[in-house]
Each structure stands twice: as structure tokens, then as C-alpha cells.
């Protein structure tokens, strides 16, 4: 999991780590934190990151949700 996320701070300079089920053999949970003021900017980003992860051989990726926050979240 540790290259992987490396690879996604280094291609996409995003906040990622490994987040949930760090106690499951041969299962993780990537999370990944983009900041930006355009909306159209971040599912960019997070596109190319949720392709990179599918995109290796090793990985099944089982699922994928994104939550966005703006200006007048709590």
C-alpha cells in the first residue's frame, strides 16, 4: 500500500494514506484530501488518482466515494 500511496502524493501532489483495515490480510482503504477553488480541478484529480489505483495489477479496487465540502459545510 506504501507505494501506492506514494505514487499518488508524487504524481498528484494530493494528502493520501492508508486509512481502514490495516488489520485485513490483503485489503486497504486509501485515503485521499485535494484542496482546490474549482470544482471541475478536483474530480480531475481524483480521476486520474482512482485510475492509477485500478490501474495496478495487484489492486482490485472494490469501491470508491467521494464526499466534497465547500465554503458553507459546517
Known amino acids: 500500500v506504501r507505494p501506492i500511496v506514494a505514487e499518488l502524493q508524487r504524481k498528484y501532489a494530493v494528502s493520501a494514506a492508508e486509512v481502514d483495515h490495516m488489520d485485513l490480510y490483503r485489503r486497504a482503504e486509501i485515503g485521499i484530501a485535494v484542496v482546490s477553488g474549482d470544482a471541475g480541478h478536483l ?13 495496478r495489477p495487484e489492486v482490485e479496487l472494490l469501491s470508491v466515494r467521494r464526499r466534497f465540502h465547500g465554503d458553507h459545510d459546517d
Open 43 to 55: 474530480t480531475d484529480v481524483l480521476d486520474r488518482c482512482e485510475r492509477l489505483v485500478a490501474g
